[in-house]
C-alpha cells in the first residue's frame, strides 16, 4: 500500500475517538489547557489527513505537536513553581518529588470527563450524575484560586504506576506557624485518588493543625488487597518519620470499606487515634475491636452504601461510633462540602477536648 495512503487512514483512525471526546467535551466545562489540547490535536490530525494529498500541510502536523509540548511544558513549569505551597506531591516510600505527568493533565478536565463518560456508559445513576458536573466545577475554581496548577494522581492511577514501590501522596501542609503533631490519613475510593477530595477533607482538619495525606492505590481502591495494605503501611510510616505520632484514618466508599476490612490489623502500634468512615463501612466487630472513636458519615440518598446498613453499623458500635447523616448521595464530599467539613469538625473537636 502506498506510504500516502497509510498517513491517512491514520489520520482518520485517531480522529473519531478525538471526535468522540470533543463530542463529549462540548456540553461540559473545560480549562484552557485542555482545549489548547484538543486543538493541537485536532490540528496534527488533519495535517495527517491531508498532507499526503497537499504537501504544504505537512507544516499542520508539526505545528500541532510542538503546540502539543508547549502546553505540556508550560504546566510542568507552572506546576514546578507551585510546588513550594502547602499543597503538594510526594512520590512514596522513597519520599521523592512530583512525578511530571502529574502535571500534564489539568485534573478538572480528567474527572468531569470521566465521570460524564462513567455516567453514560451506566456506571452511575441519573441520580448521581445531578450536579456533580457543577460541584466539581466550582470546587476547582476554588482550588486553582488557592494553590495555581496543582499536581494529580489522576494520569499515573489509569497508567497503573500506583505501586508499593512508588505511589503518589497528595499532602497538604495546616496552615499554622508550628510543626504538625497531628496527621490525617485519607484513603480514596473506587475511580482512584483526587487531589480536590483530598483538598476537601484538609479543609476540616486544617484548623486542628493536622496533616492531611491521600496516598494512591490501583484505581478499584482495593485497599484490603495485600498492595493497598502496603502503601497504607507505607504511608503511616512517612507521617511517623515526620515526627507526627497522632494519627486518624479516613475513608470514602471502597476507602472506607478498607479500613473496615483491615480493622483486625490495625493497633496502637499504627498511632491510632480514631476512624472517620464516609459512604463506606462494614464489619462492625471488627471496627468495635479497636477501642477508638470512629466518626460514620452517610449519605441518606447513598445507592452504593444503604443507609440502612449504616445505621445498623453506627448501632453496633455504640458508644464508640458517632453517627451522622446528609440529604445526600455517594457522592456527598463533592456536592455537599461544608455539611462534610463541619461533621469532621465538629468530631475532631470533641476528640481534642477528650
Known sequence: MNFKYVLCLSGI???????????ITFPIPITISGIGYLLAISIAIAGLILAPWVPKYRSLIVIGLLALALIVVTRIALGELNSKSNLRMVTLPQEKGTRWLSYVLDEQDSLIFGETLFHFIGGSSAKEHENITEALYQDYIDLRQAHGIVPSPIINTYLTLQRPSAFDAVVIEPK???????????????????????WEIAHAVDRFGAVTTCPSAEWQGKWWYPEGETILRSTFQYLREQGIQTIYLGGFSNGGFGISRLASKLGAEDGLSGLILIDGMTDAPGLRSLGIPILLIQGTQDERMPVTEARQIAEELGKLGTYVEIDSDHFLIMKEPQLVQNAIQTWLEAQTKQ
Request: aromatic share 8%; proline share 6%.
Open 13 to 23: 483512525f485517531l480522529a473519531l475517538p478525538i471526535l468522540a471526546v470533543i463530542a
Open 176 to 198: 499554622v506557624n508550628r510543626h504538625p503533631d497531628v496527621g490525617v490519613i485519607f484513603l480514596h475510593g473506587f475511580m482512584g485518588n483526587v487531589t480536590a477530595q483530598c
